[in-house]
C-alpha cells in the first residue's frame, strides 16, 4: 500500500506518545498518561460541543485555539483533577493539535 493510500487513523495511545515527545524539555516529565488523557477529553468535549464531530457534516472545521484553551483551562480548574498551568495545558492542547494535523483529522 502506497502512502498516500494508507489511512491513518486516531489512536489514543499513539497521542499520548506524541504529546509526550512534544512537549518543552522541562515538562517532559510532568505528566502521567492519565493526566495528559484528562487534557486530550477537553479538547473533545469543546470539539463535541461545537459540533465538530458530527460524522453528517462534511464542512471544513476552523478550530479557535483561544476560545479552545480558554474551555480546557476553565474546565480544568472546575474539575480541579490536578493543578495545571495554563503554560501545561497549552503545551498538551498544542501538542494534541499538532497530531491531530499529522493524521489530516480536520481537512
Not at 493510500?5 to 499513539?14: C, Q
Not at 470539539?47 to 472545521?61: C, N, Q, R, W
Amino acid at each position: 500500500m502506497s502512502e498516500e493510500n494508507k489511512v491513518l487513523e486516531y489512536d489514543e495511545d499513539d497521542s499520548i506518545k506524541f504529546i509526550k515527545e512534544h512537549l518543552p524539555e522541562e515538562m517532559s516529565d510532568e505528566f502521567t498518561d492519565d493526566e495528559i488523557n484528562y487534557v486530550v477529553d477537553l479538547i473533545y468535549e469543546f470539539y463535541e460541543e461545537k459540533g465538530f464531530l458530527d460524522e453528517d457534516d462534511d464542512s471544513e472545521v476552523e478550530i479557535d485555539e483561544d476560545e479552545l484553551l480558554d474551555f480546557v483551562i476553565k474546565n480544568a480548574r472546575k474539575d480541579a483533577i490536578r493543578e495545571y498551568s495554563e503554560e501545561e495545558i497549552e503545551a498538551i492542547v498544542a501538542g494534541e493539535l499538532a497530531y491531530c494535523d499529522s493524521l489530516n483529522l480536520f481537512e
